[in-house]
């Protein structure tokens, strides 16, 4: 009995002892139990900031990589502004180069100008000359024309005198044929004796005939010697005249048939000197036998002088007319020489004329092109310093931004150091500390900050910047 009191008293005392450690378990579980609380929120705030130091950490590098990307597109756009400075620089001389191209083409211009003035004046003297030349070609031609139609006129005159003077001369000719044949059959006939008796005193008659034809004969001379000084006048009045190809071989035909003339005269000057012979073996009969015949033969000696010399008088006619001919033929042929050359002159000018238009159509042309490049270079050199004016101020605003840029990176990161050494300062000096609400409310504003920007986004304003730095 006493056992299982002991049992039962032992077993109380344990279950006492059982109760006092559930107590004092309980008692400790509910004092340690705001404690494990606190640090159950404390690792979670820790586990919190953590993951912000974390995400904090992968921003900073995200931010170190788009700093350098933005210090490569820094030194690409340094590069491009320096390429631009370059070109610029290339452009000003380029200016340079076409301000110095436009002042020698304005001199060039200035010296086309006179050129073109001095063109000018040349061709209105080339213009005046050439009226001048048609105007003596025109009296040159008037000339000509009328030198042509008194040469038709002489010629006609001289065509009809010659065919005057010819049928006189065949007239006389027949005459003289036929007288020759009545004398050869009249005074053949008569009888020596006639002959012989009126030998002496038909002499003597014979004799003043030949007296008288010496003196007919002066007078002839001197009315030949008038004659010519009228063909000489005919001369110098024919010296201007022209002629043709046409009327030439007209002329030489009649000198070819006055040359068959001059043949039928010497063959009738045989004959006469045929006659003579037998006259003067006539005259040497008594005069009995031809006194009748004597008279006659005188008759026809004169006729035959007068023939003789009209004829002679015709050769010079004819002579004096071909050297006028041929004097007119020659003056005729210098001024169609002539005239080639004046044509050729003319022709010159002309084409010196052409040529000085050409060249001031070509010359107005190769100014106007010059001008079109010179506004096309002064429109190329607006343009051109509009865009550099243009990068200048991207440049700027580049430039700008960038130090924007950096002055919000400064003040992000020191703003989170700030943000951030506080609590890390307290979990390390006091495990159990609070951690202040005040920054953790920073800190998650940071947090859903950053959670909304998202991790991999570049700041590329001032504003975004801002955001970053909250």
Not at 43 to 63: N, R, T
Not at 230 to 257: C, G, I, S, Y
Request: proline share 1%; glycine share 6%.
């Amino acid at each position: 009995m006493a056992e299982v009191v002991s049992l039962q008293l032992e077993e109380d005392q344990s279950g006492e002892e059982a109760m006092m450690q559930d107590f004092v378990r309980l008692h400790m579980m509910s004092m340690l139990q705001p404690f494990a609380e606190r640090v159950q929120v404390i690792q979670e705030h820790v586990k919190l900031l953590q993951d912000a130091q974390h995400q904090s950490l992968g921003q900073v590098k995200h931010l170190e990589g788009c700093s350098a990307a933005q210090s490569e597109e820094l030194q690409k756009l340094s590069e491009e502004v320096q390429r631009h400075k370059e070109q610029l620089e290339a452009q000003q001389l380029e200016l340079a180069t076409v301000k110095k191209e436009r002042n020698r083409l304005e001199g060039n211009h200035e010296i086309t100008k006179a050129s073109v003035a001095k063109a000018r004046e040349m061709a209105e003297e080339l213009a005046e000359l050439v009226e001048k030349l048609r105007e003596q070609q025109k009296g040159s031609m008037e000339k000509l024309e009328l030198c042509h139609t008194e040469w038709q006129e002489l010629d006609k005159r001289l065509v009809e005198r010659f065919d005057t003077r010819l049928d006189k001369q065949g007239r006389v000719c027949k005459e003289l044929n036929e007288k020759q044949l009545e004398l050869q059959k009249n005074h053949l006939s008569l009888s020596l004796e006639a002959l012989k008796e009126g030998l002496e005193t038909s002499s003597r008659g014979h004799q003043a005939a030949a007296h008288e034809l010496r003196e007919e004969l002066e007078g002839l001379k001197e009315e030949l010697l008038q004659r010519s000084k009228a063909w000489a006048d005919t001369n110098r009045e024919v010296h201007h005249l022209q002629t043709w190809a046409e009327e030439l071989r007209q002329l030489q035909q009649l000198t070819e048939k006055q040359d068959v003339a001059q043949a039928e005269l010497q063959a009738q000057q045989q004959r006469l000197a045929q006659l003579e012979q037998r006259l003067s073996d006539i005259l040497l009969r008594p005069d009995h036998e031809g006194s009748a015949l004597r008279d006659e033969l005188e008759l026809v000696q004169k006729q035959l002088q007068q023939f003789s010399a009209e004829v002679l008088k015709g050769k010079d006619q004819q002579k004096a007319h071909v050297d006028l001919l041929s004097s007119a033929s020659n003056r005729l042929h210098d001024l169609e020489g002539e005239l080639p050359r004046l044509h050729e002159q003319l022709n010159e000018c002309k084409g010196e004329v052409e040529d000085l238009a050409t060249w001031r159509t070509d010359s107005s042309q190769v100014l106007q092109g010059t001008q079109r490049s010179l506004s096309r270079a002064e429109a190329q050199l607006g343009e051109m310093q509009g865009r550099v004016k243009e990068l200048g101020t991207g440049y700027e605003e580049v430039r700008q931004e960038q130090g924007s840029t950096r002055e919000s990176l400064t003040k992000m990161s020191v703003e989170t150091s700030k943000g951030y050494e506080p609590n890390i300062g307290a979990l390390n000096s006091d495990g159990h500390g609070e951690v202040p609400v005040g920054a953790m409310q920073g800190t998650g504003q940071c947090q859903s900050v950053l959670l909304r920007q998202g991790p991999k986004r570049t700041p590329s304003s001032r504003t975004e910047a801002w955001k970053f730095a909250c």
